[in-house]
């Protein structure tokens, strides 16, 4: 079993849960009106850590309203500058991500550590396999990538800091893989496992999931990210998705839904796209089914809290496996919403 991290309120590593993190896709300056509300949906969706870009302490207030507004722990992703790490532990972040290799001399990590350990601010060794050292290619990407973190965590340990998670990513799914498997093998520190510019969502559910999915069977990974060039919540449900699928998370929305072919009488596909944020973000413990025809809808249904399928020419609301009544297409969004909005077990 590996080491605990407390990030803010949450545990990473040893006995926790496995989390789920995504990284907001807007930089600082430029925060969204609804944003308070969307990192609420994002919680519901499952969510449990959040990271920012901190490029410039220019924006160190709207990185303090951040932390104010998120209610998860936010982490400050910090590239180049270790003067930006050092201002955004005074806006209250819970973890700093950086990469050691990108900061410059030795000294000024040092300064981070030191004050991560005096705020109890976790960290995250983030190494990518883009930018590792120069030194050491000759031993392979996978062991330069290892050794480059045990390296840094020998850093951090001279200076009594413990609290830390180390990430190994690569856009090559086998090397992201082999790279955590490796770390794992040496060290007891929790890893955030991600594989990085993994593409749109098709390409890097794929790629993500194999590596991940294989990882956290063996027991490797306190914290995961999808990487995707779409939305945030599309990572958060990918990564809820995961966890699910394997049995480390229970509970939440669970969709069950037909892919749709000739034979419908409801047009679940184009439904499903209509509804599905919404039902996620209602962040409520139950099962939706939406079918589009008699040969699977019913026993979907009877098998789901609540669900809506095409029967004939007709599309029928089901409360707790039977038929509630039937409903007017146009309306089937109202009405789901409705009757999920009042469903208790
Ligand atoms: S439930 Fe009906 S519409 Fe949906 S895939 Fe099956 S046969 Fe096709």
Same mark, same amino acid.
């Given at each position: $079993? ?40 994002? +919680?519901?969706?499952?969510?449990d ?6 490029p410039d302490?220019?924006?160190h ?7 104010? $507004?998120?209610?998860?722990?936010v982490?400050?992703d ?40 005096d +705020? ?30 045990l ?5 951090f340990?001279?200076?009594?800091f ?44 794929? +790629?993500?999931?194999?590596t ?17 060039t ?16 394997l049995?480390?998370r229970?509970?939440?929305?669970r ?14 596909q184009?439904?499903l ?7 996620l ?5 139950i099962c939706?089914a ?11 249904a ?22 509630y ?7 089937a ?13």
């Amino acid at each position: $079993m590996t080491r605990q991290v407390k990030v803010g309120p949450l545990l990473i590593g040893g006995n926790a849960p496995v989390s789920v993190q995504t990284m907001y896709d807007i930089p600082l300056s430029r925060l969204e009106e609804k944003f308070e509300s969307r990192m609420g949906v994002l +919680k519901a969706m499952g969510c449990d850590i959040i990271r920012f870009s901190y490029p410039d302490i220019k924006e160190h207030d709207a990185l303090c309203d951040v932390v104010r $507004m998120c209610p998860m722990p936010v982490v400050a992703d910090i590239h180049f500058d270790y003067r930006n790490a050092l201002d955004a532990m005074d806006c209250g972040v819970a973890k700093i991500r950086i990469n050691p290799g990108n900061i410059g001399e030795r000294w000024k990590t040092e300064e981070v550590v030191r004050k991560a350990l005096d +705020k109890g601010v976790a960290i995250r060794i983030g190494l990518n396999s883009g930018s590792l050292p120069h030194q050491g290619r000759e031993k392979g990407t996978v062991s330069l990538m290892v050794d480059t973190a045990l390296e840094y965590i020998s850093w951090f340990e001279n200076l009594g800091f413990y609290d830390t998670v180390v990430s190994l990513k690569a856009s090559d799914s086998t090397l992201s893989y082999e790279a955590a498997r490796e770390f794992s093998m040496r060290s007891n520190y929790p890893m955030h496992l991600g594989v990085t510019e993994a593409g749109g969502v098709v390409s890097s559910c794929v +790629k993500s999931t194999w590596t991940l999915g294989r990882l956290l069977e063996q027991g490797i990974g306190g914290t995961i990210r999808y990487s995707i060039t779409g939305s945030i919540e599309d990572e958060v449900q990918a990564g809820a998705e995961l966890l699910r699928t394997l049995g480390l998370r229970k509970g939440g929305m669970r969709i069950v839904s037909c892919p749709m072919c000739g034979r419908c009488s409801f047009n679940s596909q184009g439904f499903l796209r209509e509804v599905e944020h919404e039902l996620l973000a209602t962040g409520k413990d139950i099962c939706v089914a939406i079918m589009g025809c008699q040969v699977n809808g019913p026993g979907e249904a009877k098998g789901a809290d609540i669900a809506v399928t095409g029967i004939g020419n007709k599309v029928y609301l089901y409360m707790n496996g039977e038929i509630y009544k039937e409903i007017d297409a146009v309306n089937a969004r109202e009405e789901l919403l409705k009757a999920v909005a009042g469903y208790s077990k």
